[in-house]
């Protein structure tokens, strides 16, 4: 299983990002998927997860009711909407694929993870 993270880059508070994750193998359409964060310095926290079906999602408390996670599993993608950025969403995010047809809160819980993509809030 293949995981490419892109549509990262750079965002003024206030703004939107939508990076895509395209998966590639067997096991994507049956698996939940997770999109996790990790600011510089610091270590890899939950951001966002999915159901195998996208039927049950998933959001960290500080990322609730401004990023939106959604799966096509015809195109084998996973996305992660991030409206109103704010600084302290500076952060590499990684998209990864669980072990379980359920997305988890830990990393540990996800088998396959992308390389990441940087995400940079300007105030």
């Known amino acids: 299983v293949r995981l490419v993270a892109s549509g990262g880059g750079l965002a003024q508070a206030a703004g939107s990002l939508r990076p895509p994750c395209a998966v590639s193998?067997?096991?994507?359409?049956?698996?939940?998927t997770g999109w996790f964060r990790q600011p510089l310095g610091k270590g890899r926290e939950f951001v966002a997860g999915i159901s195998w079906r996208g039927g049950v999602t998933g959001y960290a408390d500080s990322v609730k009711g401004r990023f939106t996670i959604s799966r096509d599993n015809a195109k084998n993608t996973v996305a992660l909407e991030m409206n109103s950025l704010k600084p302290e969403d500076t952060a590499v995010y990684y998209c990864a694929a669980a072990k379980r047809p359920a997305y988890g809160l830990g990393a540990s819980e996800y088998e396959y993870w992308g390389q990441g993509t940087q995400v940079t809030v300007s105030s």
């Open positions: 193998g067997r096991t994507f359409c049956s698996n939940g």
